[in-house]
């Protein structure tokens, strides 16, 4: 399975972004998937998270609200729109794909296939 994001770049305060995952190699339905932020000096957070087929999502809960995940397994493809972002939103993000029933807990062990990254900066 090989993931690459896209939809990264510079915006200001207030301002949305939306990401996309795709799957380059094996179809992305019988994956659940995940998004992944490092932000510069601190540790990789799990952001969101889909289910493969039902639609089921999870999310960073100080994020709530703000990010929405989705998913179209017609175009193999996973989005996370980011709204209202704030500076502390910079940094890179990932995607990340796994079968395991602990999908919904975005922690890294949980998933196996990551994406090279895309970089999104928040800055006035």
């Known amino acids: 399975l090989q993931l690459v994001e896209s939809g990264g770049g510079s915006v200001r305060p207030g301002e949305s972004l939306t990401l996309s995952c795709v799957s380059t190699?094996?179809?992305?339905?019988?994956?659940?998937i995940g998004w992944f932020r490092r932000a510069p000096g601190k540790e990789r957070e799990g952001v969101a998270a889909?289910?493969?087929?039902?639609?089921?999502?999870y999310y960073l809960e100080r994020l709530r609200g703000k990010f929405t995940i989705s998913r179209d397994n017609a175009k193999n493809t996973v989005y996370l729109q980011m709204e209202k972002l704030e500076p502390e939103g910079t940094g890179i993000y990932y995607c990340?794909?796994?079968?395991?029933?602990?999908?919904?807990?975005?922690?890294?062990?949980?998933?196996?296939?990551w994406g090279q990254g895309t970089q999104v900066t928040v800055s006035s």
């Open positions: 190699g094996s179809r992305l339905d019988s994956y659940n």
């Open positions: 889909i289910h493969s087929s039902n639609g089921g999502t």
């Open positions: 990340a794909a796994t079968r395991s029933i602990s999908w919904y807990q975005i922690q890294d062990y949980v998933y196996g296939d």
